[in-house]
């Protein structure tokens, strides 16, 4: 916690001087503050984190892999689940509870997705979009270390949601650890492909990269039919 509340502090000072000195998007006025994360963010998955990945996708095979991404996806229905309920999504959290009844028992512990081939939808919910739901803005866009893009209020999303996540609360250390690297190196691999898009993009890489987040939660937040949105609150 400790940790956080120091994170917070840095986050303060960079808005206060952010505010100041921002001369760009509205959205963005953390920008200097957000490239220089940027730049170290990408810097690492150069030198770290996209090598591992590769390896990861040389050396297992595509079923294994499949395995690895529905077992965490299985996880992460737990979280979808109890924010569909705070959001009074009652019919669609009566389909994700299903999915993870059936995934964890047909899908031996949710190696195999049958709830899909049983027409069972995966959603994607998070606290940030519970927030979002019940009217809580954007506020500024942030670059989080390693973590990428977000925004403030996706920032304390995120922070709830770690209390309630299975893996970052498994009480053995070392599987936990484990566990983490493996599901960050999982969702890397299937990115990779996406690089390819983000080198040839003829635009900044960090506004590609920033308006394509903002844009994908604000359908998010508004389960893909977000309202109308006058031109200049954009810039």
């Not at 990408?42 to 095979?61: F, M, N, R, W």
């Not at 027409?119 to 809580?136: A, I, M, P, R, S």
């Not at 070392?174 to 390819?196: C, F, G």
């Amino acid at each position: 916690m400790n940790t956080f509340r120091t994170f917070i502090l840095l986050l303060a000072g960079a808005v206060l001087l952010g505010g100041c000195a921002s001369n760009g998007d509205r959205r963005d006025p953390l920008e200097p503050f957000n490239r220089g994360v940027y730049q170290f963010n990408d810097s690492v998955d150069k030198a770290v984190i996209k090598p591992v990945a590769q390896g990861y996708t040389e050396v297992l095979p595509q079923p294994v892999r499949t395995g690895i991404a529905n077992f965490f996806s299985n996880l992460d229905d737990v979280l979808v689940l109890l924010n569909d309920l705070l959001q009074f999504k009652l019919t669609q959290a009566v389909s994700d509870l299903n999915r993870i009844v059936w995934n964890t028992t047909l899908g031996i512990g949710g190696l195999f997705d049958v709830s899909s081939k049983l027409g069972l939808e995966k959603h994607n919910e998070d606290f940030g979009q519970t927030l979002g739901y019940w009217g809580v803005g954007d506020g500024p866009y942030l670059v989080l270390p390693i973590l990428g893009p977000s925004n403030l209020r996706d920032t304390a999303g995120r922070v709830v949601d770690w209390q309630f996540d299975l893996v970052t609360n498994y009480h053995d250390v070392p599987v936990r650890n484990s566990a983490t690297v493996v599901r960050l190196e999982d969702t890397r691999s299937r990115l990779l492909q996406t690089d390819k898009i983000l080198d040839e993009a003829a635009i900044d890489p960090y506004v590609f990269v920033r308006d394509a987040y903002l844009q994908r939660r604000r359908s998010l937040v508004y389960d893909g039919n977000p309202p109308h949105r006058k031109f200049d609150e954009d810039e």
